[in-house]
């Protein structure tokens, strides 16, 4: 079974500039989640989609931040204008959902400087 | 607000000791409790998960204990290997809220031989 996947693995940005990260869920996977995890931190919960439609974006930043997951399956994170403090591994893990198993699986994250 | 607190920040042991790594919770809410194994370059990977009505649970040379009363649980890596050497987190999920976790800050583990 194929694991999450997440590209790009690394991406180097100036502040004020836009950068998008992408991330496919494991087949079935009806529950998608995108973490920041800053060096020395736990990962944080940015957002959680249950298939197309958003559950908690409560710590998501969204004057910069923006995601989406069209159909259900792959997901999209957009961070416009970057900042210093952005800089971070974004983890993108996924879950069979409701009722079938709440066990997340981790992709190997994007590891974003912004300078 | 840190809602899961993790103890110690980094850990030296070695080969064939025992890892313990600590974590206190704040909101009884909590109905789970996984620890999560991360190595460089890699996203966290499910070690092993207690529910609150247990009170130990073993797999393999990993072992949770968890003290309700207390609101701690601890992570012990027994006969420690270099292979061991990672970051851990504990985490917490709420009732209710489908399966958002909270993490802790994290352990580094270092086994030496």
């Known amino acids: 079974e194929a694991g999450v996947a997440q590209s790009p693995r690394y991406k180097i940005i100036e502040k004020r500039q836009s950068v998008a990260f992408w991330c496919n869920p494991i087949?079935?996977?009806?529950?998608l989640y995108w973490y920041q995890q800053i060096l020395g931190q736990g990962p944080k919960l940015l957002i959680q989609?249950?298939?197309?439609?958003?559950?908690?974006d409560s710590q998501l930043p969204k004057d910069r931040f923006s995601a989406e997951r069209l159909k259900g399956v792959d997901s999209t994170l957009k961070i416009q204008p970057a900042k210093l403090e952005d800089s971070a591994v974004y983890l993108c893990?996924?879950?069979?959902?409701?009722?079938?198993?709440?066990?997340?699986?981790f992709g190997p994250g994007t590891r974003l400087t912004v300078t | 607000q840190q809602q899961v607190k993790q103890s110690p920040q980094s850990l030296i042991v070695q080969k064939g000791g025992i890892s313990i790594i600590n974590c206190a919770y704040e909101n009884t809410a909590f109905d789970y409790f996984p620890w999560y194994q991360q190595f460089p370059g890699k996203g966290p990977a499910l070690l092993i998960a207690?529910?609150?009505?247990?009170s130990e649970k073993k797999e393999g040379r990993f072992t949770i204990s968890f003290n309700k009363s207390a609101k701690q649980f601890s992570l012990h890596i027994m006969d420690s290997q270099p292979g061991d050497s990672a970051t851990y987190f504990c985490a917490a999920r709420y009732t209710g809220t489908a399966s958002k976790l909270t993490f802790g800050t994290g352990t580094r583990l270092q086994v030496t031989l």
């Open positions: 087949s079935g996977h009806a529950t």
């Open positions: 989609f249950q298939n197309n439609g958003v559950v908690d």
């Open positions: 207690i529910r609150p009505d247990v």
């Open positions: 893990a996924s879950s069979l959902g409701p009722g079938r198993g709440y066990e997340q699986y």
